[in-house]
């Protein structure tokens, strides 16, 4: 679920959630559910620098969320522009 704060800010959360934003309205939209996985488990590596920086791109809050110049300089990223450049 998205954060509290976001949904309240949202322009178009009332469309989709409850006045409480705890629940989707489910007459609204096709809800799916799925099992909870870890997104190393997701990604199948071992590489957390991999996971942290895929991590901060699916980041909900878009004031948290990465932005393109510290992605840039990220160590996954920086690394694996090494490996191609090599």
Do not use: G
């Not at 800010?9 to 799925?34: H, L, P």
């Not at 996971?51 to 901060?56: A, G, L, R, T, W």
């Not at 699916?58 to 694996?80: G, K, M, Q, S, Y």
Request: include cysteine; proline fraction near 5%; hydrophobic fraction near 35%.
């Amino acid at each position: 679920m998205p954060p509290y704060d976001l949904l309240k800010t949202a322009t178009r959360s009332k469309i989709f959630f409850e006045n409480d934003y705890s629940d989707f309205k489910y007459d609204q939209c096709k809800v799916k559910t799925f099992k909870h996985r870890d997104l190393k488990t997701v990604l199948n590596t071992d590489d957390d620098d991999c996971v942290d920086f895929i991590s901060k791109c699916f980041e909900w809050d878009p004031i948290v969320r990465i932005t393109a110049d510290e992605a840039l300089n990220h160590p996954w990223l920086e690394e694996t522009i090494k490996k191609v450049r090599k």
